[in-house]
């Protein structure tokens, strides 16, 4: 921004294209390739900000972090996905299903739709249970961790699994 110029909006829409899930649990990360573009681009537009006129808008269904962006950032959390956008995210979560050698595709397809059901419209619970049955050695073990994320929605009572705990211990519920 110079002094004069006029103001700019830029909106980052569906960054989630460039983020890929932190193994640990937690916040996804934005992929190194795209970090330092990212990054410059924040950075640009906070001294835009200071001058109280141009915005930069960035739009993502999962919370994400991005190394040296510091308090650059507000987040603002929108309401649950659209049913739409539900099984938009689950035809995606089952796309990469399709590709697996197991012979219980068809149970874990079962498995997807209990945890669309569970997430109650948070993409991040949902693309977390995704990550569950995707990487379980079989559907039965994805089955016992669902059963648990069901008791903690009506007892409090966190899963084993340390993906889906870390998950709900850092969610905050309004």
């Not at 269904?61 to 040296?68: A, C, N």
Request: hydrophobic share 40%; aromatic share 4%; net charge negative.
């Amino acid at each position: 921004y110079e002094e004069g110029g006029a103001p700019v909006l830029l909106v980052i829409d569906d960054l989630e294209q460039i983020l890929t899930p932190y193994p640990q649990g937690g916040r996804h990360r934005v992929m190194p390739q795209h970090a330092p573009m990212l990054l410059a681009v924040i950075r640009a537009f906070d001294a835009a900000l200071s001058a109280g006129l141009s915005r930069l808008i960035i739009t993502s269904r999962f919370p994400f972090t991005l190394e040296g962006q510091g308090k650059l950032l507000f987040e603002l959390h929108l309401p649950p996905l659209s049913d739409a956008a539900q099984r938009k995210l689950a035809l995606r979560q089952m796309e990469a299903l399709a590709g697996s050698t197991d012979n219980a595709l068809d149970e874990r397809k079962e498995l997807l739709d209990r945890g669309l059901n569970l997430a109650k419209g948070n993409p991040g619970l949902q693309d977390c249970i995704g990550h569950l049955i995707e990487r379980a050695q079989t559907p039965s073990n994805t089955k016992a961790t669902l059963d648990e994320l069901e008791a903690w929605s009506k007892q409090g009572d966190l899963p084993s699994d340390p993906e889906l705990r870390a998950f709900l211990q850092n969610l905050k519920i309004d």
